[in-house]
């Protein structure tokens, strides 16, 4: 059983950065790409970066050339650092796996999930 453990969230002002981290139990987490969604209340929850099996990363519109997602094959964690956070980045963020060799930027593509970190970004 894959358990994905996040870590990393809190309370920043806009402008501020935080990062994020999520270990992953298993031994093939090379072989699989990882990606971070969030959810703000009231609303779905939304795709916001992935990283496949060679560290290609894909990147939400909203949070493009603010967040930098990058792996550790050799610790199994990925990690999203985010910069210039806006009050709009406020969301519960999930770490999450998808199938070997497989890219997806779709939340019911993705079989394992962790238990979420808040992030909370004040004006």
């Known amino acids: 059983q894959v358990q994905l453990v996040e870590s990393g969230g809190g309370s920043v002002q806009a402008g501020g950065s935080l990062r994020l981290s999520c270990a992953a139990s298993?031994?093939?987490?090379?072989?699989?790409?990882m990606g971070w969604f969030r959810q703000a209340p009231g609303k779905e929850r939304e795709f916001v970066a992935a990283?496949?099996?060679?560290?290609?990363?894909y990147y939400a519109d909203s949070v493009k050339g603010r967040f930098t997602i990058s792996r550790d094959n050799a610790k199994n964690t990925v990690y999203l650092q985010m910069t210039s956070l806006k009050p709009e980045d406020t969301a519960v963020y999930y770490c999450?796996?998808?199938?070997?060799?497989?890219?997806?930027?779709?939340?019911?593509?993705?079989?394992?999930w962790g238990q979420g970190t808040q992030v909370t970004v004040s004006s």
């Open positions: 999450a796996r998808t199938g070997a060799f497989k890219v997806s930027y779709y939340s019911d593509e993705y079989d394992y």
């Open positions: 990283i496949n099996w060679n560290s290609n990363s």
């Open positions: 298993g031994r093939t987490f090379s072989s699989y790409t």
